[in-house]
């Protein structure tokens, strides 16, 4: 999405218009949030932010299978080491 005059706002606006800014994100998608001119964030709305986890745990997800299918054809790695490179307490 490219930010135009309809999803992007100040922090001002932010600041002084808080209700109706949060109320746009149900109808039209994220909000660009600028301050001096520069684009400092983005607003969403807890389901399009809910949606965007899902997207990106379906995709690491999908990584992760490849990788396994992988090391499974030659010959695998242990439940130790899968650990370990995840970050994962046994």
Do not use: C, W
Not at 67 to 78: A, F, V, W
């Amino acid at each position: 999405m490219i930010p135009n005059a309809q999803n992007t706002k100040s922090v001002t606006d932010l600041r002084e218009r808080a209700i109706p800014l949060l109320n746009q994100l149900k109808k039209g998608g994220p909000t660009f949030i600028m301050h001096r001119n520069k684009p400092k964030a983005v607003m969403l709305s807890i389901d399009e932010y809910a949606n965007l986890l899902d997207m990106v745990e379906d995709y690491f997800d999908n990584q992760t299978a490849k990788e396994l299918e992988e090391n499974r054809e030659k010959g695998g790695i242990t439940l130790e080491e899968m650990a370990k490179k995840y970050k994962l307490k046994l």
